[in-house]
């Protein structure tokens, strides 16, 4: 499946956007990861959207990779979630499909929570960011309602993807209540998840 034409579009014309406008310069800074447990069980979602999409779900476990954060990788992943948030309508599942739940790309420019992850996902990985590093995640939203956001593993911690906002959020400065997540080595495996872990110094 291509991405469609007018993310295409929304691409070309935000990356103008993105390349005029200085970049910030890259630094220290405290850091934090989520606290993850044992193997959980895989959202019903995903198994569907495993079903229409075979390829992009099947092979084999691969060793964690984190993404080396340097100030253009942080600039090209805030570049994309952008371009995601404004290029995709949101629309809930029951008015899009007409079920409570599909995981799928937002091919027709709609979809839920789910589906801009799934297409931030693919198209970093596109870019050539290691899939083990770009986690699928499911939270609970201030009113307990679930929500799906995409996790940015890095070697400078951990940042969240959401389509509620344009900003890279570090993990432990989203008010979500994490639930489970894809792991490192195999997007199939989901593992259960606790409070950002507290910050530790990251010194380079």
């Not at 253009?72 to 995601?84: G, L, P």
Request: proline share 5%.
């Amino acid at each position: 499946m291509r991405v469609s034409n007018f993310l295409v579009l929304a691409f070309a014309l935000m990356t103008v956007a993105f390349l005029a406008s200085p970049a910030e310069a890259f630094s220290s800074h405290d850091v934090a990861y989520a606290s993850v447990g044992g193997e959980t069980s895989i959202p019903y979602g995903w198994l569907v959207f495993c079903g229409r999409y075979k390829s992009e779900c099947s092979g084999p476990a691969l060793a964690p990779v984190d993404v080396n954060l340097t100030a253009s990788a942080r600039r090209e992943i805030e570049q994309v979630n952008t371009i995601v948030n404004h290029a995709v309508e949101p629309v809930a599942d029951i008015d899009h499909w007409g079920v409570v739940d599909r995981w799928d790309y937002p091919v027709d420019g709609k979809g839920d929570c789910e589906d801009y992850a799934l297409l931030k996902r693919r198209m970093l990985i596109e870019r050539g960011y290691p899939r083990q590093a770009l986690l699928i995640t499911v939270v609970r939203d201030e009113n307990n309602e679930g929500h799906a956001i995409l996790t940015v593993k890095t070697n400078a911690g951990e940042f969240i993807l959401d389509n509620l906002t344009d900003e890279l959020k570090p993990v432990d400065q989203v008010t979500y209540r994490l639930v489970k997540r894809q792991s490192q080595q195999d997007p199939n495996v989901w593992v259960a998840l606790g409070p950002a872990a507290a910050p530790v110094y990251a010194s380079r």
